[in-house]
């Protein structure tokens, strides 16, 4: 498969240059947090816009854009669709949740289940979601890997190395800074990722009209949203997993804790619910338009990094793939921070260390993020091993399977005050025990029935798309209904009750920007921080095109390089002067 130019020197300064930069500011950070409320949440004292960014980098990662590349170049729009079907999740998080979540007063977003329910049920959640969030960061990932490995030929590196080699930057990221470092970085990541996907969002349409193409010429059914196997009864199941998923996914929802008011927490969600709408437009029609432009690809989840190296000079592939790698670390930074969080505060300090100190937390916390990672990285390792199966499919089998049993006690835990810790608890395992079943008993009919998907399409459907789509409903189902009639015949004692009383009080009390601990300041503000990390980087893009003008041979390549380092160090100089001056008003 021919997936464009290779990378060359050049490309390698910019990506060695931008690790650099993110682990140098990452250790600024590290030197600066010294409690463990910074380090886990960054102190509750982020700027809505900053954590809102955060948030959006979060859900993202280089899996993004090949599994929805993928689906692009195959099905059409309806990659874009089905991403922008997370709306309806933000904005359920805007109106009602995320308020909630800043309400809740917590360091790791399973906490409250203890105020909520119990200690059994906040350790049965916390160990019952571990594993699920270690697969997803596994593939998260393998993607990545994927990326660097196949799409841009690094075929000197084999995918396990490429995969620990990945693994072992974002965990160093995520350990150096905590939360907070996490949090300012990804802002930076965001303008590079930005940049860069937009840069290919434009050569891509240019690349297409000038090689005589048009609209009109895309498959039939490419401007169609059910087009493939999925139908308006799929959209709707992915409603359902989007509500649950983007109000109870510990690194996302992670994000409201960290501002310092409800309505900065609401903020968030609305920002974050603009760009999931604008972003996949751009993202993803790429590999729509490459349907076209390269129509033989013998694996559409490259599609996105083989158009990408199609239509990018030297200089500004070192920049994709510092975009790649910058959409998949903001992700992995805040997983790797939660999951440590998880490991610190719910089993360390909960059970072996109830009065350790914030630096005992903290070094803990750091222990557990190595932890975190290994074993992120060893289940990568693993899934690099399977064939034959689409990341889309699996990701949404292994969600539809286990995300509405783990989450949906939590999220129906900030509105339903009758659900007891037991019934809660049976919620839990019947969805576990359902979703499960459901996996195993299709497998069992696809495998007996595969012969007759070529001339029954509508028993394929229903046994492949359709049945995904239909367990993810049921599963939803009967968590809730078990979670319903298991508190009525167990409603939980007279403690539980007064707690859960207690709780819903406290939900009921405002969060104010006054009540949060203004600890562990910086000398440079976060925004000035981010300033000078986007500045740096964009003198190295100007370095790398002025070298290239000097060395003559390239054509477009020196003005593109030149044009984007200036746009960065623009930015950077912007968002250092602004901050100076708001540094001054205070």
Known sequence: MDTGKALQSYDYIIIAGYFLIILGTAVYFSKRTKLSRDFFIAGGTMPWWLAGISFFMASHSALSFVMYGQLGYKYGITAVLIFQVSVTGLVLAGLYVAKRWRRSRTVTPIQFLERRYSLYMRQALAWTGFPVRIMDDAMKIFSTAIFLYVGMKLAVISLPVAITLVGLVMITYALTGGQKGVIVTDFLQFIITMIIVMIIFVLTILRFYKLGFSIDQLPAGFLSPFSGPYH????????????????????????????????????????????????????????????????????????????????????????LVVGMFASTIATMGSEFNVLAGILTNDLYKRIFRPNASDQQLVRVGKIATLVAGGLIILTAIIVSSLKGFNLFDIMLKS???????????????????????RGALYGLIAGAIAGTALVIVNAGLVDANASRFAIDPGLQYWLTQGWDSGAILFNSAVTIVIMYLASLRYPGSSEERETADGYFKDLGAHVFAETVDPTAKATLSNGQVVAVATFLFGILVIAIGSSLALHGGYKSAPVMNIGTGLLLSLVGITIYVREHREKGKR
């Open 399 to 421: 969600f539809g399977a286990l995300l509405p049993a783990t989450a949906l006690p939590i999220l129906m835990g900030f509105f339903w005050k009758k659900i007891s810790a």
């Open 232 to 319: 308006a009864f799929d959209y709707f199941s992915f409603i359902a997993l989007m509500i649950i998923s983007y109000n109870t996914t510990w690194s996302l929802v992670h994000k409201f804790n960290c501002v310092p008011t409800e309505k900065d927490a609401s903020k968030v969600a609305w920002l974050v619910a603009a760009l999931n709408f604008i972003a996949p437009i751009i993202f993803f029609s790429p590999a729509i338009f490459a349907r076209l432009i390269l129509p033989e690809l013998a694996h559409p989840e490259y599609s996105y990094a083989a158009i990408a190296f199609t239509v990018l000079p030297t200089g500004m592939m070192g920049i």
